[in-house]
């Protein structure tokens, strides 16, 4: 019966990743839907240092506000699918040998 407790734990530990990725991908909404709020602040945050006047020049949305709602999107979706997928990848290692 071993086999079948660390089946009932990667289940509860794949659950798990499913909620903490579904949170995080509701609070990218929450981010996308008030950005007029603390857009502002991150934007004077970020410019105010003087690196940041250098990466201006060559980074053309410097210094990316609009795309922190995405990249915490992305990292929700890859906090959620995380655990499935890593089955597959030990699917086709096993077909090529």
Known sequence: MPGATWQALALSIG???VLIGTGII???LGLAASGHLWQP??????LSAAWSSELE???PF?????FIPLLVLGV???VRQ???????????KAKMD
Not at 41 to 46: G, K, N, R
Not at 62 to 66: A, K, M, S, Y
């Open 76 to 78: 929700g979706m890859w």
């Open 15 to 17: 659950h798990r990743s």
């Open 82 to 92: 995380g655990r499935a997928s890593a089955g597959g990848f030990e699917f086709a």
């Open 62 to 66: 410097w210094p990316f506000e609009p």
């Open 26 to 28: 509701l609070g990218a």
């Open 41 to 46: 602040l991150v934007s004077t945050t970020l």
């Open 57 to 59: 020049l060559w980074l």
